[in-house]
Nanobody, 127 residues
Framework: QVQPVESGGGLVQPGGSLKLSCAAS????????IGWFRQAPGKEREGVSF????????????WYADSVKGRFTVSGDSAKNTVYLQMNNLKPEDTAVYYC????????????????WGQGTQVTVSS
């Protein structure tokens, strides 16, 4: 059964850092595109960052939303079959439930293209 599992959320002060993990179960990250999405109360789910090993070589292609460029870094560890989202210089507007999702194909930025979703992890940025 294909199932991404997120972890690592929590409460952090503005300017702080958190690292989210997405552990892959039932699939291999080198043969999938992984997307990090977030959804704040009253807002639509939005794409934050994406990663894919398009040629399955272990070299990853990445994509970031403008709102997180320079602050967030997505990476993959084939040995652990896990994708990470390092979030630095966090802002209150980053507060949301963060989801990891996967699809078997190239990176796509719309959530409707992703068929398997994790349960989500809460990230709260507040002083």
């Amino acid at each position: 059964q294909v199932q991404p599992v997120e972890s690592g959320g929590g409460l952090v002060q503005p300017g702080g850092s958190l690292k989210l993990s997405c552990a892959a179960s039932g699939f291999t990250i080198d043969f999938a595109a992984i997307g990090w999405f977030r959804q704040a109360p009253g807002k639509e789910r939005e794409g934050v960052s994406f990663i894919s090993s398009g040629d399955h070589s272990g070299d990853y292609e990445t994509w970031y939303a403008d709102s997180v460029k320079g602050r967030f870094t997505v990476s993959g560890d084939s040995a652990k079959n896990t994708v990470y989202l390092q979030m630095n210089n966090l802002k209150p507007e980053d507060t949301a439930v963060y989801y990891c999702a996967t699809r078997f194909g190239a990176i796509a930025t719309q959530p409707t293209w992703y068929s398997h979703w994790g349960q989500g992890t809460q990230v709260t940025v507040s002083s």
